[in-house]
């Protein structure tokens, strides 16, 4: 979803700069939380990591609005009283877009890829160090804990938003001998808001059977069922999200 002031093929760049960022820590992640558990004397053994991968969806919503309020008022004098008429009428528009991307990548198919370092082409948005390395590496620690089990996890989620608002506002105002108009609220109003979501569900794979070989990469049940209440919820907050910016 491009910026106004974006070419429509800006779009296609964007979304690949977003998806090849994600794919990028997920791979270096999962990388970096197996050697650092390896070369850990006593660490936990994470390569239980292989047989595991995650689901992603990307969510992009933008709000648009935009509004008119012109207004005027007549002022007469009789005698020493003053006669004050106000008048106006509001125009408004509310736009609504909403995209979704969703993609699953099988861990070992990720780690079979060169390794590379994930240089962030953003400091804010989505497109920069979106922390899913650390939230994996935090994981694979616990695993190696104290008292608890080498795999202690069936599925883990992790999600990020990033939410730019901007706007701008105008009100000139025209004094005439009895009528002034413009007055009040801001006569024209224009205001966006962009909300990048990226949820992760990271879980084991669905195991190929005898009967069914694994035609596409797919979470176990329990992890294709949390990654669905987790979208359905961030839907659900971005709808009443929306109805409050109107």
């Known amino acids: 979803m491009n910026e106004f002031y974006e070419r429509p093929e800006q779009q296609r760049h964007n979304e690949r700069r977003i998806i090849g960022q994600i794919q990028c820590e997920l ?40 509004s008119l309020l012109p207004g005027a008022s007549l002022t007469q004098m009789y005698g020493l009283n003053k006669f004050t008429f106000g008048g106006g009428f509001d125009l408004s528009s509310n736009a609504t877009r909403d995209e979704t991307v969703e993609f699953t990548y099988a861990f070992a198919e990720l780690l ?82 962009k909300t990048h979501t990226a949820t992760i569900t990271i879980a084991p794979l669905e195991r190929p059977s005898r009967y069914r070989q694994r035609a596409i990469v797919r979470l176990s049940d329990e992890g294709e069922s949390i990654h669905a209440a987790a979208v359905f919820g961030q839907a659900t907050a971005n709808a009443i999200r929306s109805q409050q910016r109107r």
């Open 27 to 66: 791979r270096e992640g999962v990388r970096s939380a197996i050697k650092a558990q390896r070369n850990k004397l006593g660490g936990p053994n994470v390569d239980w990591l292989f047989d595991w991968g995650a689901k992603v969806n990307l969510n992009i919503v933008a709000d648009e609005k935009g």
């Open 112 to 193: 079979a890829q060169k390794e590379e370092s994930c240089t962030p082409e953003d400091a804010i948005l989505i497109k920069s160090n979106l922390k899913i390395g650390d939230f994996i590496n935090n994981k694979a620690d616990l695993a190696g804990a104290p008292g608890v089990a080498r795999l202690p996890f069936s599925v883990f989620s992790w999600k990020v938003s990033f939410i730019v608002v901007y706007g701008a506002s105008a009100t000139p105002t025209f004094e005439f001998i009895d009528v002034t108009a413009g007055t009040g609220s801001p006569f024209l109003n224009v205001s966006r808001t």
